[in-house]
């Protein structure tokens, strides 16, 4: 017989073809029948056994972090270690630079110290013994009597752990808030390599939120269910095999535990030799032992892993500060030239005023603009490439209405000012410098998106472009914005509207 057969229609037609045969030779009005009568019987056939068949959860095709090793840690340190001193280095004043008020514009000393320091500790920090341990959950999750339980009885017994450290508070909605825990508690998870993660009871989407991100940052986690005197003995093993069922694929079975380290008082009742009953309230023993076996065998077997783990967390967040950094002492030298573009854009609509304003009457402006910016993100473009995105940009604005839309919303504004608003091009130009803004401001994000570890050089995209722009333009369509930009057009543009006013009104001769 063969056996695992996983083909039901191949399986089922092969049959059914035989039986068919059969019942032709035996009779030919069957055999008239038997074509139908086959693809509706494996038809049939293979709807029951869909039916039949064992249906299987939606498979989790999230993947885990991958293992860590000495070298890939030392080289994400070192990577980090090139971020740092490209950062000194931009961040230092720069004579070169023929734009004094950019220039002016550097790293503040202290931050520069904050970092390095950070970075020595953690070319330090692979050479340690001894690991921390943190605990979270949320409130009256029993975190408390764990972290009392363990620095009284466990931790004098075990110098390679450090003193246990309870993080009180859990955010409410997790997957949106991420890290943005009390600077305290982000520092202890930042520190700790073993996080127990204390519940008890069943999980909330919260806590299966924070131990998947948890699990993502390569913290090694325990789960401790730690009031189970709270439930009947025949209930306690079917919550935490509930629980491994829920955290399949983040925490392993045998790091969900059972506990109860202050195990709540009992009453028990006691026969005297009077026949009377003698009543007293009785403290049960800890119940910790399953936590404990899993940490010490964690310590005995997992110790250098944890410090890899820790380290390349600590870095890859050091990566990320200062790469945050750059990109704001970046941006505040950037907002320099995009403000002096966007006046000087202003300027040339404004002289020459047409009925649609286009983006391309100033496409020098922009050109050198895209340029200055691409330098300052050590992104060195070709005037070819410079014309190209200035090309992509102008034609997303007038693509999606971006130059109506900015006319109809400054025009209101400038009503406030009889004087100017009577000339046109006091529009076209305010316009021209709102949309050179959002030029370059969406220059900025696209910039920043580049990958500063890539050899392959500038890369333009313009769907990514325009998506920016879209996002950018629709972000600093605030009313506050634009009458700020309107005032400061006013003040620059008034001179020129005045001198306007006065060449095109006629002198009157007594």
């Known amino acids: ?232 003995p025949d209930e306690q093993p079917l919550i935490v095999q509930q629980l491994r069922e829920r955290v399949l694929g983040i925490v392993p079975a045998p790091d969900v535990v059972a506990i109860a380290p202050q195990p709540a008082p009992i009453k028990v009742r006691q026969h005297q030799a009077d026949g009377t009953m003698q009543e007293r309230m009785e403290q049960p023993a800890p119940t910790v032992e399953a936590l404990t076996q899993r940490l010490e065998a964690a310590l005995a077997t997992e110790r250098p892993a944890l410090v890899l783990a820790t380290t390349q967390r600590q870095t890859e967040q050091l990566t990320q500060t200062i790469r945050a950094t750059l990109n704001q002492l970046r941006r505040d030298r950037a907002l320099v030239p995009i403000e002096q573009a966007q006046w000087i854009a202003a300027t040339a609509a404004f002289a020459s005023p047409v009925p649609s304003l286009d983006l391309l009457a100033t496409a020098s402006v922009n050109a050198q603009l895209v340029m200055d910016l691409g330098t300052l993100y050590q992104q060195p473009l070709s005037l070819d490439q410079a014309k190209t995105i200035v090309t992509t940009l102008a034609e997303t604005m007038m693509k999606l209405g971006f130059v109506e839309l900015t006319s109809q919303a400054i025009a209101p504004i400038l009503k406030s000012h009889t004087l100017t608003f009577a000339v046109g091009g006091m529009v076209q130009g305010i316009s021209a410098a709102y949309l050179t803004r959002m030029a370059g401001l969406s220059l900025i994000e696209y910039f920043q998106a580049q990958d500063p570890r890539s050899d392959t050089g500038f890369s333009l995209k313009p769907e990514r472009l325009s998506q920016i722009l879209q996002t950018v333009f629709q972000a600093n369509q605030r009313s506050a914005f634009l009458q700020s930009l309107v005032n400061q057009g006013f003040q620059r543009l008034k001179p020129l509207g005045q001198e306007r006013m006065a060449i095109a009104t006629p002198k009157m001769h007594p």
Not at 130 to 137: H, K, P, T
């Open 1 to 232: 017989m063969i056996q695992g057969i996983r083909r039901p229609i191949l399986v089922g037609g092969l049959g059914l073809t035989a039986g068919a045969w059969l019942l032709g030779w035996m009779s030919p009005m069957a055999a008239n029948l038997s074509e139908g009568m086959l693809w509706t019987a494996i038809l049939m056939g293979s709807g029951w056994w869909w039916l039949k068949k064992p249906q299987r959860s939606p498979l989790d095709l999230s993947l885990p972090p991958q293992p860590l090793d000495r070298s890939g840690v030392e080289r994400a340190i070192a990577t980090a270690a090139a971020g740092l001193q490209q950062l000194a280095t931009e961040g230092q004043p720069n004579s070169s630079d023929s734009n004094a008020t950019a220039n002016a514009i550097t790293v503040n000393p202290d931050t520069l110290a904050t970092l390095q320091t950070q970075l020595a500790t953690l070319q330090a920090s692979l050479q340690r013994e001894q690991v921390a341990i943190a605990l979270l959950g949320g409130a009256a999750t029993g975190k408390t009597s764990v972290a009392q339980f363990l620095s009284q009885h466990w931790l004098p017994q075990s110098p390679q752990a450090q003193a246990v450290q309870s993080i009180t508070e859990l955010p409410g909605n997790w997957a949106a808030a991420g890290d943005s825990l009390a600077n305290s508690s982000s520092e202890i998870l930042n520190q700790a390599d073993l996080t127990i993660f204390v519940v008890n009871g069943d999980l909330t989407d919260t806590d299966l939120a924070a131990l998947t991100q948890l699990q993502q940052q390569h913290h090694r986690l325990l789960l401790a269910f730690s009031k189970q005197d709270q439930y009947l």
